[in-house]
């Protein structure tokens, strides 16, 4: 008796069958694909759909109670966005915010300005995000 089947028989291993072998192999990569296939769909890697998006240009303090917001807006032809432009002081505190709504435009790229009303003077502002309507 060799010493690797010595060391089967002392512990009780035995060697895998055919379908065995097979099933060993299937159902972890089944599993793999399934798990690749879910965090394909929930992650969107290749942006497949409508998608948004919100490019900030500068922003401008007006007064102590008002800053203009400037950015680039990137949507589908045809779809409805809203976009929510925030005012931030030196802390970086949220001091003024807005969302705008824009109607469907068949431009692919389009720029705004935006002015928000602050609660004290804010230093900068941005867009915080966007979406489709």
């Given at each position: 008796?060799?010493?690797?089947?010595?060391?089967?028989?002392r512990y009780g291993r035995?060697?895998?069958?055919?379908?065995?072998?097979?099933?060993?192999?299937?159902?972890?990569?089944?599993?793999?694909?399934?798990?690749?296939?879910?965090?394909?769909?929930?992650?969107?890697?290749?942006?497949?759909?409508?998608?948004?998006?919100?490019?900030?240009?500068?922003?401008?303090?007006?007064?102590d109670g008002?800053?203009?917001?400037?950015?680039?807006?990137?949507?589908?032809?045809?779809?409805?966005?809203?976009?929510?432009?925030?005012?931030?002081?030196?802390?970086?505190?949220?001091?003024?915010?807005?969302?705008?709504?824009?109607?469907?435009?068949?431009?692919?790229?389009?720029?705004?300005?935006?002015?928000?009303?602050?609660?004290?003077?804010?230093?900068?502002?941005?867009?915080?995000?966007?979406?489709?309507?």
């Amino acid at each position: 008796m060799t010493e690797r089947n010595h060391l089967d028989a002392r512990y009780g291993r035995r060697t895998l069958s055919r379908r065995g072998r097979i099933l060993a192999w299937v159902v972890p990569m089944s599993a793999l694909g399934i798990v690749l296939l879910a965090w394909v769909v929930w992650a969107n890697p290749f942006f497949v759909g409508a998608s948004i998006e919100a490019k900030d240009l500068g922003s401008t303090v007006v007064d102590d109670g008002l800053t203009s917001v400037s950015f680039q807006l990137t949507a589908e032809p045809g779809r409805t966005s809203a976009c929510a432009v925030q005012a931030l002081d030196d802390a970086f505190t949220i001091v003024g915010w807005r969302v705008v709504e824009y109607p469907a435009s068949q431009e692919f790229v389009r720029t705004f300005t935006e002015e928000v009303r602050t609660a004290k003077t804010a230093t900068s502002g941005l867009v915080a995000s966007c979406w489709l309507t």
